[in-house]
């Protein structure tokens, strides 16, 4: 068992994009879900964090507005709206799963123990 993002792919400066994660086969019911992305060379930095209760937190100011967390726990879901993309939103997107129930106030990866495999976001003209 094993999180998996999808959704990634090529797009364009000012397109859309929505990235998608199941954590199906994880108990998430007590434990926060995040979305961090990585360039090569780059630290892991967190993008969105969604506690227990449904509420997001969003690490970068430049992305709140853009960017939409959504964790649908009936489904085991979770999903990252990303509109208005920038080249600099070029990366690798995973999502994980945290060691506790609350969104920590910065998006370090330690807070997370449960990892998937990225998908690859590319904006690009």
């Known amino acids: 068992v094993q999180l998996q993002a999808s959704g990634g792919g090529l797009v364009q400066p000012g397109g859309s994009l929505r990235l998608s994660c199941s954590t199906s086969?994880?108990?998430?019911?007590?434990?926060?879900i995040a979305w961090f992305r990585q360039v090569p060379g780059n630290l892991r930095d967190g993008v969105a964090c969604s506690n227990i209760a449904g509420v997001t937190t969003y690490w970068v100011d430049s992305q709140q507005g853009r960017f939409t967390m959504h964790r649908d726990n009936a489904k085991k879901m979770v999903y990252l709206q990303m509109n208005n993309v920038k080249p600099e939103d070029t990366a690798v997107y995973y999502c994980?799963?945290?060691?506790?129930?609350?969104?920590?106030?910065?998006?370090?990866?330690?807070?997370?123990?449960?990892w998937g495999r990225g998908t690859l976001v590319t904006v690009s003209s």
């Open positions: 086969g994880f108990n998430t019911d007590d434990r926060a």
């Open positions: 994980a799963i945290g060691h506790f129930d609350f969104c920590p106030n910065t998006g370090h990866h330690s807070a997370f123990g449960i």
